[in-house]
């Protein structure tokens, strides 16, 4: 049975677009990509003195467990160049499972829905573009809900990519 999950992408070094559309195509050989949001420019959260990301959303369509999907997306990362070197420091690209249908998981290295979705607009923002009414499986809220409770701050703004 397939489920559908949403990624949160992003990169910060190099190519940062090519980077992403690098991504959605091996993210692709785990399922099919349903949608896949604008690129967004977004400031830093947290480790602040670094380059600015970009940053997209995709809705995959799955066979996959979430543990299988996390292995698959550590791979893609390993096999782009991701080094883990400074915690939310600068990265080739990071990729992250932010919803898994309605799922609620906690386990070592593995925790879904992501702790942090309904603070962070830089996954809200391309979020809200395909999945404007997908809820939260703890809060309840959906996405544009969670977006409209944000306070000032964390800079996104959409890209011209041509696409």
């Known amino acids: ?6 990624l949160s ?3 910060n070094v190099g190519d ?3 980077k ?3 991504a959605v195509m091996r993210i692709g050989g785990a399922g099919t990509i349903r949608a896949v949001s604008s690129f967004y420019e977004t400031e830093p959260v947290e480790y602040r003195d670094q380059p600015w990301f970009v940053n997209c959303v995709v809705a995959l369509e ?3 467990s979430p543990q299988a999907l996390l292995k698959t997306l550590l791979t893609i990362e390993q096999a782009m160049g991701r080094v883990r070197l400074t915690d939310k420091g600068p990265r080739i690209i990071d990729l992250d499972i932010v919803l898994y249908g ?3 998981i906690e386990e070592p290295g593995l925790k879904i829905p992501h702790p942090r979705t309904h603070e962070r607009r830089f996954v809200l923002e391309p979020l809200l573009e395909i999945a404007p009414e997908t809820r939260h499986p703890i809060l309840g809220k959906t996405v544009r809900e969670m977006l409209a409770g944000l ?3 964390q800079s996104v703004r959409r890209l011209e990519t041509g696409e």
Request: charged share 25%; net charge neutral; glycine share 16%.
């Open 151 to 153: 306070g000032p701050g």
């Open 9 to 11: 992408l992003g990169s």
């Open 20 to 22: 992403l559309r690098t």
């Open 62 to 64: 799955t066979g996959q």
């Open 16 to 18: 940062r677009i090519d």
């Open 102 to 104: 309605d799922r609620v």
């Open 1 to 6: 049975m397939s489920e559908l999950v949403y």
